[in-house]
């Protein structure tokens, strides 16, 4: 337990990471600065944020954490920073550190902590440099009894995985800007070429970054991609119930629907499932009523559909909710709101970048009322 | 802490797989003696020279300290380590050192030395470093050390060391807090700093220490705004919590004027809709205060901390945007607050901790300032998938911006039970925040009684009960309701709250509620104890109010009660018989039983739990908690003069721009935020057109309103509105000229762009006052005022053509020199009476009939021929429907033209051609008139045909204006005022004009309509409106027409017509013929 007058950060049970806050401030500081360290040792440290691995290398827990805070002030919490102050565990390193005696932690202070930019290291080399994108869309979604879309809305980001030697200066410009409705910006992000020009003109940190988050409003018309025909009936006297579901495409643009998963919590009254699915593998948790049915692809001509029976306490009265469906899939290759990436440029260093732009749509929130 | 014994052994086997000599199981030690032996090991490991056995025991003793395991007896091998070559070793040292050097401090002093070493060493890192676990060892003999150390740090030449200095402030104060005056001083130093890096943590430091010594800000003030969006994240939120407390006591409250209209508002928010209306009054009250107090000018200061965190909305991190949204909630003018709302609901998105937070505050905003978040209602909705929490929040964020007037079934029906409760509450609090949806949520609430679930109808009885209890005069039916209930409902705690209703409203209903009772009686022994004392209750009130009927049923109960099983009842059977039942002993308590049992009760207060928070600043830990945290500072009302604002005056102005020259020579290429970077004059005039062009459009707009409210009168209730804003935008106006005349920024931009400012909004937006809803009428605005100039405009190309009719072909219509009507209409007169119709008749009312001629063929691409042509204004003789048109030939060449006829023509469907009858031959330089008939079904769309001679063929086309098609009715007053009647919304189309001075008099007036339009004019009582009626040609519907004149020179243009088009555009072609 790391114990500071401002934020006292316990790692321990129940959450890996749960904090104890003992003195006026804003609360929102302390939550995203937890985020932030989640986030540092799920993806540059240790690839999970969970007990077992905290416990397992406390040691780069404690010197990351020393590094992040000061007295319970943020210190150092970009990622490139850090990396280079603490060099995440590897296996190779680990080997490499035990036979020549050298360490994870850097002796040099981060240039990118005294630069303008300090959100990037300097002296980066690549031998082959690209630039990767990912146009990540999320539809957030409930769609009621009948069918019909009570709200919907889209969420994106902008992921980027940019490996480019020196000091690069991008540009990246829509074909359709006028569609992002919000939008938050990574702070490499110049403010004020994007509030002129509508285009995006950064110095990328260097590795996986997120660039952009936006939001497409709901004042926009989103297409729902999928549709799910339901038929879930209790009956007051008898102890069984009926189930159905299927699942279709529905305004694709001709892409697959992959990845397709359908989840529900089942009232406290159902004590079994009896269902055959056309495909893909189900299971239902008697504990916590959760059935949840790994569909897979949907394929257009065979619709997907899960039937069966489901046995009721007996003696229990119909519960009085139908239970809510919630969706998951993924579709490549598009990005449901119609956002465009025109062209990415790269002033300030002679070579040509390797450039590649991906989109991709997913299901966020979305959630059928029955 | 405690580690589970599984997880210590397994890490004892994987710990020192390399040193199988030295890898004992640390926790495993129950027995002492192999304890002691680790702490030996790990001893000689320290010992050794070799830097990796180093490294191992370093890392199990900190893995040690993790877990809660007391490792001090290792402090004198340890501390021999702190000045190890190896940097990995010493950052583990230094975590030991700090974790245990309070507790031997003696043995601590050891380490001092090396730290004073790393004080002076080149390396910066190396430097930060021994600062930052100097000032962390909790020593107190080494304060003047650590003094000495920070004060030296503060002129560093790295900003990092600087920075590290900030940090250790803090720390010193908490060790020794009599340092405070030389902390301050350093704190006076690093405020100075033009680094970002030192920025945000000086300012942390401050916080600590010296939060009252608000004036160390004034120097730097305009320097942290302009710095403020290159600071880091979490500099950021500590800079703008300090400006949000600096602004408020330094600048005069924005919303100084409006405050008064706040009240009201918020008053009627809370009360009842009587109040509401009553509100409405006293706000035009207020409004007509406000002019009297002095205006409110902005501080330049003001703004620019406004216009710099506004981008940082934008940011990715919730800390910061809640940062400036509550920045923009305390300090900003109210019709500025509503850009944060777009910032917040996005952190809706986010993870549900930070939702939680936000949401906290959505409430108490939107308590305070209501219908900010509106727009924004879907992203409210809830999902089955949300926390409890964030349901219940979403809510009561919902009921208090009024939304949630209907009772969602799907939310009724969840099955997280607490959320349906909370739920049915919230829609209790709409109710009796908003009077105009108190029966609909009644209603809804009623429906609930019905519903299988107990709680569901539970709480909807008990929000029920406490909603009727406030207004008991009117719920009459509403009881009744529920006492037909009674056979229904099987809740118990729902059958004993509607007994209560009726027990104490029992006056409201007298005839149902002894049969309640008598039922109840029935039933009396099969009931739940909660309701059988309900009955007793019941039946003693009816008893007092109502004995003739009642006497023998309370007897009955009372009886029936006494011999119950639960003693409970008993009791009260017998204290009720006691009181009610005059007896001998008793006499006194039962004279006053009345008074007892049916007092008045006061009605519960149904209050959101957010509303007594709005006295915690938001986003603070103690709004969040609702009570006041350790350390939590009240934010400072506005003071009420503000104090002399040239304190934040720099002496010398010149720095901000030579640093910035060497910050932007150290910079590589232009950056993010460059200009924003550029304190100063550079950032001035970069960022003032557009504040400019702001304060320009509003005084567009303000002049706008002053027009076109003194043209109505009519327009009373926004009027008084305007003013408020007038006066508003009078103020930023002057502000914005302030601004201007001191920067001398180059004028322009905004007076031309004026009027594009509007519909441009999205990127003027950042500066723009208006809410959207003032927004759309400054659009409105905007577009009235594109009509004069275009009226304008107009005028001059008709006088040329007035010079130079023969060469100039005018675009629109014109009146013609009279001797031409004269002639003309003489031909068409005579021609029309051989034919007379009634028709003729009012068409003879129109004092000027016919439009100046218009050009069909020119005579040099006629080869001679030259053709006008004329609206003569007279029925065409052979078909009602058409407009008859005079072709008027003159042939200028020198040989005749012969065979002048109509060819083949291409028609749009529907109208049609009567030709005239073929001219033989036409000399040179004679000229001819024939007459031919077009009906133009309606439309103003042109007839295309041709015009044939022997030789050639010509294409021409007459388009019409919209008054020739139509035809002159006469009708009197009352049966205008009739027909009127009939076309009324849709079909009527109001535009308000000013008539120049020059169109003032009657005669004017009518001859400028009639000119225009063929219509004929309807005599009419007042002197200062005209009306005008005709029928269209084709469909013969009524067009009516009336002007209404003020003195002033406003005027009201009504059409009403069933053609829409045709209205509109009449509309319009009048208005420009009367304000040329």
Redesign the interface.
Known sequence: ?IHR?KIGL???YPSPLSLK?????????V???L?RVWTHFRFDYFGVCSE?VI??N??V???VL?EML??G???A?ESNILKELIKPPTILRTVVN?IT?S???????PTG??S???WRRTGVKYTNNEAYFDVIEEI?A?IDKSGST??A?I?GVIDACVKLTG?P?LTLSFMNPRLLD???????????RW??ERILS??PPDGNF?LL?Y?VS?QNLVAIPVYVKHNISFRDSSSLGRFEITVGPKQTMGKTIEGVTVTS?M??GVLNMSLTPSQGTHTFDPVTKMLSWDVGKINPQKLPSLKGTMSLQAGA?K???NP?I?LQFKIQQLAISGLKVNRLDMY?EKYKPFKGIKYMTKAG?F?V?T | ?S?APA?SED?GG?AGP?EPEYGHDPASGGIFSSDYKRHDDLKEMLDTNK??LK?EAM?RI??MI?R?KNASDLFPAVVKNVACK???VK??V??YLVRYAEEQQDLALLSISTFQRGLKDP???IR?SAL?VLS?IRVPIIVPIMMLAIKEAASDM???VRK?AA?AI??LY?LDSDQKDQLIEVIEKLLADKTT?VAG?VV?AFEEVCPERIDLIHKNYRKLCNLL??V???GQ?VII?MLTRYARTQFLSPTQNESLLEENAEKAFYGSEEEEAKGAGSEDAAAAALPARKPYVMDPDHRLLLRNTK?LL??????V???VAQLYFHLAPKAEVGVIA??L??LL?S?S??QY??LQNVATMSIKRRGMFEPYL??F?I???DPTQIKILKVTCRVTEGFLCHIPQ?YI???DKDFVAATIQAIGRCATNIGRVRDTCLNGLVQLLSN??ELVVAESVVVIKKLLQMQPAQHGEIIKHLAKLTDNIQVPMARASILWLIGEYCEHVPRIAPDVLRKMAKSFTTEEDIVKLQVINLAAKLYLTNSKQTKLLTQYVLSLAKYDQNYDIRDRARFTRQLIVPSEQGGALSRHAKKLFLAPKPAPVLESSFKDRDHFQL????H?LNAK?????ELPDWPEEAPDPSVRNVEVPEWTKCSNRE?RK????P??????GESGPTESADSDPESESESDSKSSSESGSGESSSESDNEDQDEDEEKVRGSESEQSEEDGEKRKTKKKVPEGKGEASSSDEGSDSS?SS?ESEMTSESEEEQLERASWRKTPPSSKSAPAPKEISLLDLEDFNPPSVQPVSPPAIVSTSLAADLEGLTLTDSTLVPSLLSPVSGVGRQELLHRVAGEGLAVDYTFSRQPFSGDPHMVSVHIHFSNSSDTPIKGLHLGTSKLPAGISIQEFPEIESLAPGESATAVMGINFCDSTQAANFQLCTQTRQFYVSIQPPVGELMAPVFMSENEFKKEQGKLMGMNEITEKLMLPDTCRSDHIVVQKVTTTANLGRVPCGTSDEYRFAGRTLTSGSLVLLTLDARPAGAAQLTVNSEKMVIGTMLVKDVIQALTQ
């Open positions: 337990m007058q316990q790692l321990s806050c003992y003195h006026e401030g804003p609360p929102l500081f939550i995203e600065f985020h077992p416990k397992d406390v040691v827990v404690y010197e020393e000061d007295n002030f943020p210190l919490t035990t005696g360490t994870n932690v850097g002796d040099q202070l902590q005294l303008v930019v300090p957030d409930i009570i709200t809305e969420q000091m200066d919000d939008v938050s910006f990574h702070p490499c992000v110049r403010f004020k509030e002129s950064f110095i997120r988050s939001h709901a919590q009232p406290k009265s519960p009085d909710e809510t919630n300030g929130k959630q009322r | 802490m580690a997880y890490k994987s390399g830097d990796s490294l890392k900190v893995a993790a809660g190896n940097i990995e950052k583990l230094y975590v390396n910066q890192l930060a930052r962390s790295s900003p990092y590290t940090h803090p720390k908490s890096l943590s942390m969006i290159d880091e994240e979490w939120v919590s981008p934008q940011s990715r991190s919730a800390a945007v809640m940062a777009k910032a609901v996005r998105r993870h901790e930070v937070v936000v879907k992203s909705y999902r089955s998938t799907t029906r969840s099955m299988r679930d986003g603070s830990l103690s969040l945290a350790t350390g939590y500072q910050k150290e910079k590589e290429k950056f993010y935020s460059d200009s924003e990127s950042s």
